[in-house]
């Protein structure tokens, strides 16, 4: 791969000046469709007229997150009893945890559903069999609402799984707050602890 | 440039990792979910190396017309780039 550094030349095509060459420097880019914009990217500027002509490769990821930073705001009202299951299962694989790691296990469990088609149908064969632990549970009448924040990679995920297995978003979390019970609350050891441990390290607490 | 030499050094640019996206009027061009990363160098050289003559069409760039534009169409993918030596420029990357 090229690295480019503030101050590296290269050369570009300009609407206004033809090939020209071009400095690389850090400057805030709008997004052509209005939507906000990336500060301090990395691009190729028109050594004739200053106008920003290129973006390598290494300004991507830049890019990438000031997209992704409109963070989506989700809810769900669920009973009780799927949001202590969920805090439970948090607390199996990091007791040190905070409830910063609600959405990291969350969307785990969204993402390996979403690429494993057997995880997916799994998912879709509890909502067809309620549990009768939960759903007794749900009978106490008592809700919690899980609010979270997250970016739009993950709503369209979430979105995506809706889809796969016909079941709206609710029912979708609760389906998955009772694999998580099945797979880290119940099992004498949590399934891909490792894995699930590293991930409440890195970004659930 | 053909085909066969534009997908040499669009198949060898992205493997590589050495190309430049064009920032049309200054902005981060969306349509390039290249430039997005929204899909990945592999992404694309999976949706390249299907190409033959058929889904590639060339145009001469409208700001330099000595520079030809290639276009590949493959499988709903639309890519847009040209040679601006010693690198590949991506215009476009979106289906």
Redesign the interface.
């Known amino acids: ?2 690295l480019f550094r503030p101050g590296d030349k ?6 206004v000046d ?2 020209v060459s071009t400095t690389f420097e850090y400057r805030d ?5 209005g ?1 906000g ?2 500060k301090d990217i990395l ?2 500027a028109c050594d004739k007229c200053r ?7 290494q300004s ?2 830049a ?2 997150a000031a ?1 992704e930073k409109a963070d989506i705001s989700i809810e769900a009202s669920l009973p009780a009893v799927y949001a202590e299951a969920l805090d439970l299962a948090c607390y199996r694989i990091a007791p040190g945890s905070s409830r910063a790691f609600r959405k990291p296990l969350l969307m785990y469990y969204v993402h390996t559903c979403l690429v494993d088609k057997k995880a997916s149908a799994r998912v879709t064969k509890i909502v067809r069999r309620p549990d009768r632990f939960f759903t007794e549970g749900e009978r106490v009448g008592m809700n919690k609402r899980l609010s979270l924040k997250i970016s739009p990679h993950a709503s369209a995920e979430i979105d995506d799984l809706t889809k796969r297995t016909k079941i709206n978003r609710t029912q979708l979390f609760k389906s998955l707050i009772i694999k998580m019970r099945d797979d880290i609350i119940t099992p004498k050891q949590p399934r891909n602890l490792r894995v699930l441990q590293t991930i409440a390290a890195t970004v659930g607490r | 440039m053909g085909f066969k030499e534009a997908k040499r050094r669009l198949l060898t640019a992205l493997k590589t990792g050495v190309f430049q996206h064009a920032a049309r009027s200054g902005r981060i061009e969306d349509k390039n979910l290249l430039l997005m990363g929204q899909v990945t160098p592999q992404d694309v050289i999976g949706i390249v190396e299907k190409c033959n003559g058929t889904h590639h069409t060339a145009s001469p760039l409208h700001s330099d017309p000595s520079i030809v534009v290639h276009v590949l169409k493959r499988s709903g993918w639309y890519i847009k780039f040209y040679v601006l030596e010693p690198d590949v420029w991506f215009i476009s990357v979106h289906r």
């Open positions: 791969m090229k290269s050369r570009a095509v300009c609407d033809g090939i880019v709008p997004f052509a469709d939507k914009q990336a691009v190729g106008r920003v002509l290129s973006i390598p490769p991507t990821p890019i990438k997209r």
